[in-house]
């Protein structure tokens, strides 16, 4: 097994790729979803943000892991988990509403089929490092970049059956997947912290 020390350094180099792809990330997908008028792509750009913002998170835990910062790095998480959930509700409704019909994306198609692919990749390493580490942050954020996974699977189906099938609405309606597993996962992390803030 592993030094504690060795394990570190995997956690922060796990979580300094996951920063470095989101990154180019907003890039790529803000010219996606601009091209396109695509609703999906504009959610998964935010996700993106998302991600950031709990990689940034993990990392300022894992520099100084204790009990106390753990549990606020994890309420930042589920924070991050129940805006993203909101955000995409609220978007995929008012665009099935417009009845917003996005063009075809062959760049974003391609972007997110890769995406899929690293995050699933990196949400493996996360989780498998933060149990060996006891670190209940690092796995809390693997489940971030898991669903980030999902969505970009989301996103590629609605974008597929868009581009194939001319059904709209595929688009919108394939960011419902997330707000389910994001608000999950808020609830989940919210209940794992309940009984701590209970005895403190």
């Known amino acids: 097994m592993a030094e ?7 956690g922060r180099q796990l979580e300094f790729a996951t920063l470095a792809w989101n990154v180019i990330a907003i890039a790529v ?4 979803a601009i091209e396109a008028r695509s609703v ?3 959610g998964f750009g935010l996700d993106s943000l998302i991600e950031i913002g709990a990689s940034a998170v993990v990392l300022w835990e894992l520099a100084d892991s ?12 589920a924070v991050a988990f129940a805006a993203l959930a909101v955000y995409l509700a609220v978007q995929s409704t008012v665009s099935l509403g417009l009845g917003s019909r996005p063009r075809h994306s062959v760049l974003g198609i391609a972007w997110t089929a890769l995406t899929a692919a690293v995050m699933f990749a ?4 996360k989780a498998k490092t933060g149990r060996a580490l006891g670190n209940p942050v690092l ?3 693997g489940k971030v970049t898991t ?11 609605g974008l597929v059956l868009n581009a194939a099938a001319g059904w709209w609405w595929a688009d919108p309606a394939a960011a419902y997947v997330l707000v389910y597993y994001g608000a999950r996962e808020a609830h989940h992390i919210h209940n794992q912290l309940s009984p701590n803030v209970a005895r403190s």
């Open 40 to 42: 999906a792509l504009a």
């Open 147 to 157: 669903v980030d996974g999902i969505l970009a699977c989301a996103v590629l189906v």
């Open 122 to 125: 990196l949400a493996a390493g």
């Open 29 to 32: 997908l803000a010219v996606a």
């Open 139 to 141: 796995q809390a954020e």
């Open 66 to 77: 204790h009990r106390q910062r753990q549990h606020r790095a994890l309420r930042l998480i």
């Open 4 to 10: 504690p020390a060795a394990l570190l350094a995997r």
